[in-house]
């Protein structure tokens, strides 16, 4: 079953065309990373699918339901509320915030943020404020996490923690889903280490100044590794062999 299909999508800025013609379909349960230089389109077609920005032409097909989360590379904390409050505010509105209490605690648990829940930003690392950031959006249990560059800002040893954590609480989702599928998540990076270590699938974006119209193309790597990964797994020879093959995408 697809979690969500890109049908012939594409989006132009001033005559540019940041991608055209895009196909892609996502199976339920996928982690597919995007890669690419800057400025080629990774996070527009992430606000897209979240409907944040409109296609210039194509359709977005969504599975139904699909409940959709969005992590920003900036956490975007209200200094003056705790952990606990910012977290609430993704279900504000909602008519049973008492029935919500139990699954807030049961997020803060998950990402590790029960000693914390009580703090307030200027209180925590960037590491923490990032768990907060996702805790907000996994707080719906969503069917689609889109993270545009979350671990960007963190320092090496934090950012390898989080992945796994991410790995951890991806693998983990199909528990609290109603059809038993892991959510999808797709993962905006510039790293391509890291799109190889989070990732079942990697969508790269490849510029292409030998189009006529500018367009970026795009290149697609199945990630053939371990299902359970840690960090351990960075030194073998297969992860390193498969950050060569994205690394050699599009360089004929």
């Known amino acids: ?19 055209k013609d895009l196909n892609l379909t996502s199976q339920k349960g996928e982690f597919l990373s995007i890669v690419g230089p800057s400025g080629c389109g990774k996070s527009t077609l992430l606000k897209c699918l979240a409907q ?14 699909c409940r959709v989360s969005y992590v920003f590379q900036d956490p975007a904390l209200l200094p003056w509320l705790n952990v606990t409050e910012n977290i609430k505010i993704s279900i504000l509105g909602s008519s049973n915030l008492k029935t919500q209490d139990k699954k807030i605690q049961e997020t803060l648990s998950l990402v590790k943020l029960t000693p914390y829940a009580k703090s307030f930003p200027h209180q925590l690392s960037g590491g923490m404020k990032m768990r907060v950031s996702i805790a907000r959006a996994l707080l719906n249990t969503p069917d689609l ?11 090496e040893t934090i950012r390898f923690e989080l992945q796994e954590e991410l790995l951890e609480i991806w693998e983990n989702s199909k528990n609290s889903s109603k059809d038993k599928q892991r959510m999808n998540i797709v993962f905006v990076t510039h790293s391509q280490s890291e799109a190889v270590f989070l990732s079942q699938r990697v969508l790269k974006f490849i510029s292409s100044e030998n189009n006529p119209d500018k ?3 795009l290149e697609f790597l199945n990630v053939s590794l371990p299902t359970n990964r840690h960090r351990s797994l960075r030194k073998t020879k297969d992860f390193l ?10 360089s004929s």
């Open 241 to 250: 062999d498969t950050i060569d093959q994205l690394a050699d995408l599009g």
């Open 52 to 65: 944040i920005e409109s296609l210039s032409s194509g359709q977005i097909q969504l599975s139904d339901p």
């Open 145 to 155: 996490l889109l993270m545009d560059e979350p671990f960007a800002a963190l320092d």
């Open 215 to 217: 367009s970026t193309q």
């Open 1 to 19: 079953m697809d979690r969500f299909s890109l049908i012939n999508v594409s989006k132009r800025y001033n005559q540019k065309f940041l991608f």
